[in-house]
């Protein structure tokens, strides 16, 4: 396999453990669940980095602005 960064290791020991748990029970939802879980902290650690400045975690993320501002909705995330 590829190198992988140490986050893209800790997703996957994370959802190979979610895997595990699941006692033969069958997954449902896994992107959207694994999505919803990592974004909101990426969202609130660059905002803390840019202190709250949404132009600027917007450029960093690489998304628009009015996205960012629905997905902080989303989250409950207050700036």
Known sequence: MMNETEMARMVRRAVDGYFRDLDGERPSGVYGMV?????????????????????????????NRNTLRKKMRAHGIKF
């Open 35 to 63: 999505i919803h879980c990592v974004e909101k902290p990426l969202l609130e650690s660059v905002l803390h980095r840019v202190q709250g400045n949404q132009t600027h975690a917007a450029e960093m993320l690489g998304i």
